[in-house]
């Protein structure tokens, strides 16, 4: 009898567990068409079941408890969609999904880096611009040479020129001065201090797959000097199709680029190379004895091998790059005569080297680490500067991917070393910087609508002391086609004499950071943007309003001490930048129009005074017409106006607009490409001076239009 009531039990039970369980069948379809999307992929959640759907755009999941479950169904070039299902099903019942095609699908596909938790870039609660595709193609069209107008005609960007013979320029965010944006390579910090000189004029964008801004502070991801931002250079990497493309392009001012990169992967080895000469002839098309474009050679090398194992992958790579860059008086580079010259002999040798082993399927360690040796001579009239920096950043991560909460927790070391020449009239600005940093970050998907992002980085420079950083970004997806972020956080930026404000003096007569009194610069900043797609008949259009607002308290300003003696000082009191940023983007048939709009308010408030911080254009519009035959023809029209600026002295200078075409004519391996910058020939000498003295000895004034006026550019791309 007891055999028979524990069988009796055991059938019970086993009817239960299978009465408990079911079967889900979903049909996914074109909202558009109600074509069935085969191969879409259904996640159920919290089980963490995956499945994709047949030819027939069924999806079935078998043995799914009862009870309420979270289905999310992605295809590519749609919008993800989200839904709750509730089981058991009625029998033999289908869960009909229709999918909305994406308004921008390029956009949505992208996958950003910089935030160091890859996501999509609908998907990151971060706000996160990306340069890429064919809008990285066209840019790198009118400048192939370098990535200043790649990052210039981006809202709330702009590449200030520092030098007016050199050419040299650094990267202001949101009107901030250039040593408060970190430039990254990959995710490796190369660029910093001493070694941002020079170095938007030294990258060329041929093996770049793209490029991501992140505005506001972001020293929480990074470390420090990211106050108003950072931007992430992303190197293409090696597929299963073989990748050989040259660029050989001309520009009317003497201007000669060429340029090369092959990529390639060979089972579980891959290989990437790129080369590149870069040069230009001396280049004066005012006419007043002193260079717009300086005479310069460049010579660039970079291999990087990948090795991809069942649970490991590696990549080791190598950059050197050499230039030879005079500017200055006609006479003297020409006829060898007298005249104010500035050489600049660089030489950057940088190495870089990253390892991933997956532990799980869903969590992985990464170990980073990058060496960068930048020498670099600069000579002017009676006065050198001569001096060597050495850096490293090495950093380890542990990076888990989970159904709602992803984390990264990791620590990293920087180190930069700085060893003058002396010169017998400056004393020695040498100085060793090392920052030990620890940070933790995590995305949590609280609800199919809201993602938060959170990190916490704490670094310790020595003999500067201990910076504490939060930061916090949420999204709300309000409706599929409505979303909106908000973030803020903490940065900081440790004292430095690599300043727009050293540049233009080219070191001179500045003394070294006084480590005892000098404090670290720290800014606390706030995003917030709205984010709307929508289509009216055939016409798409999306629209992104940005407002922000950044708190720099007792930033470094260089002062006068003694005579003709200046040195760098926490200023009393701070500087603010707070405005907006306008993009509309509009597409009809094969027309594309961008327009934007940036609205820059940035005080300092010292002693008390408030003063119009130098260098920063209220008002900027950027306005762009693209037409375009899909693999066949291209067209560009833009024009770009940036209202009066404040200058150093007091003075303030002219509003103006630049104006631009370019052409490009495609065919299946080769293409030739023509663009007219500047056609209107907007100049700071047709309106404003550039210097006072002589052509011996020139007082420059402030650059904040173009010197080089109108140049015609074009060459011919091959893909093979």
């Known amino acids: 009898m007891k055999h028979i009531i524990f069988v009796a039990l055991l059938m019970i039970l086993g009817s239960y567990n299978l ?181 938007l004029l030294q990258i060329a964008p041929l093996d770049l797959k793209q490029v991501e801004v992140i505005k506001g502070a972001a020293s929480t991801l990074f470390g420090g000097g990211a106050i108003a931002g950072l931007v992430n250079l992303v190197s293409k990497t090696p597929t299963d199709n073989r990748e050989l493309n040259f660029l050989s392009n001309v520009t009317n001012a003497g201007g000669i680029d060429l340029s090369g990169f092959y990529s390639e992967k060979y ?125 490293s950043f090495t950093e380890l991560t542990w990076n888990k991917n989970g159904s709602t909460l992803d984390w990264v927790i990791g620590t990293n070391l920087v180190t930069e070393n700085l060893t003058e020449v002396p010169n017998g009239i400056d004393r020695k600005r040498d100085y060793n910087l090392n920052t030990f940093g620890v940070f933790i970050q995590n995305v949590w998907s609280v609800h199919e609508n809201i993602t938060i992002e959170t990190g916490l980085r704490g670094d310790d420079v020595n003999e500067l002391g201990f910076e504490l950083l939060p930061r916090i970004s949420t999204m709300f997806k309000i409706t599929p086609k409505l979303t909106t972020r ?83 000082k926490n200023a009393n009191g701070s500087l603010d930048t707070k405005g907006m940023e306008t993009n509309v983007r509009l597409t009809y048939a094969d027309f594309k129009l961008f327009i934007g709009y940036t609205y820059t308010n940035a005080n300092t408030h010292f002693d008390n005074a408030k003063q119009w911080l130098p260098l920063t254009a209220r008002h900027r519009l950027n306005n762009v017409l693209m037409y375009e035959i899909e693999d066949k023809l291209k067209l560009g029209l833009e024009a770009y106006y940036f209202s009066k600026q404040r200058l150093s002295d007091g003075s303030f200078g002219k509003s103006y607009w630049i104006t631009g075409f370019m052409a490009e004519k495609l065919w299946e391996k080769w293409s030739v490409f023509i663009n007219f910058e500047n056609f209107t020939d907007t100049r700071q000498s047709k309106f404003d001076k550039v210097f006072t003295g002589t052509i011996q000895d020139p007082i420059f004034r402030d650059i904040y239009a173009p010197v080089d006026g109108f140049v015609i550019n074009g060459g011919i791309k091959i893909r093979l």
């Open 19 to 199: 009465d408990a369980q079911t079967t889900i069948k979903i049909l996914v379809q074109n909202s558009n068409t109600r074509e069935p999307l085969s191969a879409a992929t259904a996640k159920l959640m919290p089980l963490n079941k995956t499945a994709i759907a047949d030819t027939t755009g069924i999806i079935v999941f078998e043995k799914i408890p009862n009870g309420t479950h979270t289905l999310s169904i992605y295809y590519l070039g749609f919008a993800d969609k989200t839904i709750r299902i509730t089981t058991p099903l009625a029998t033999d019942s289908i869960v009909s999904i229709l999918m909305e095609e994406n308004e921008e699908e390029e956009e949505e596909e992208v996958i950003v880096t910089a935030t160091r938790i890859s996501r999509t870039i609908a998907n990151t609660p971060t706000r996160t611009e990306v340069i890429s595709g064919e809008e990285l193609t066209e840019k790198g069209n009118m400048k192939p040479g370098d990535i200043r107008m790649l990052l210039n005609e981006s809202t709330g960007i702009q590449t200030q020129q520092t030098s007016a013979t050199s050419f040299n320029a650094g990267i202001r965010i949101q009107g901030l001065d250039g040593r408060y944006t970190q430039l990254l390579r990959d995710g490796y910090p190369m660029y910093g201090g001493f070694a941002s000189s020079l170095s």
């Open 267 to 391: 089972g579980k080895v891959g290989l990437t190379v790129f080369t590149s000469r870069n040069s230009n002839r001396a280049f004066d098309p005012a006419a007043i004895g002193l260079t717009a474009i300086p005479k310069f050679e460049r010579y660039t090398i970079n291999p990087r091998l990948f090795i991809y194992a069942n649970k490991t992958t590696a990549d080791v790579g190598v950059t050197f790059i050499s230039e030879n860059r005079t500017g200055g008086s006609m006479n003297y580079i020409n006829n060898n005569g007298n005249g104010f010259y500035e050489k600049n002999d660089t030489r950057r040798f940088t190495t870089q080297f990253g390892v991933t082993h997956r532990l799980t399927e869903s969590s992985n360690i990464q170990f980073k680490n990058s060496f960068s040796r930048f020498d670099r001579a600069l000579h002017i009239p009676n006065y050198f500067f001569d001096a060597l920096q050495q850096s």
């Open 486 to 568: 908000i973030g803020g956080g903490f940065g900081y930026k440790p004292p430095t004499i690599f300043t727009e404000d050293a540049e233009r003096r080219q070191f001179r007569n500045i003394s070294p950071i006084d480590m005892i009194n000098a404090r670290n610069e720290r800014s606390k900043g706030l995003n917030w943007d709205i984010n709307y797609k929508t289509k009216f008949g055939d016409i798409s259009f999306s629209f992104n309003q940005l407002f922000f607002y950044t708190h720099l308290a007792q930033p470094l300003v260089l002062s006068n001490t003694s005579g003709t003696i200046f040195a760098f």
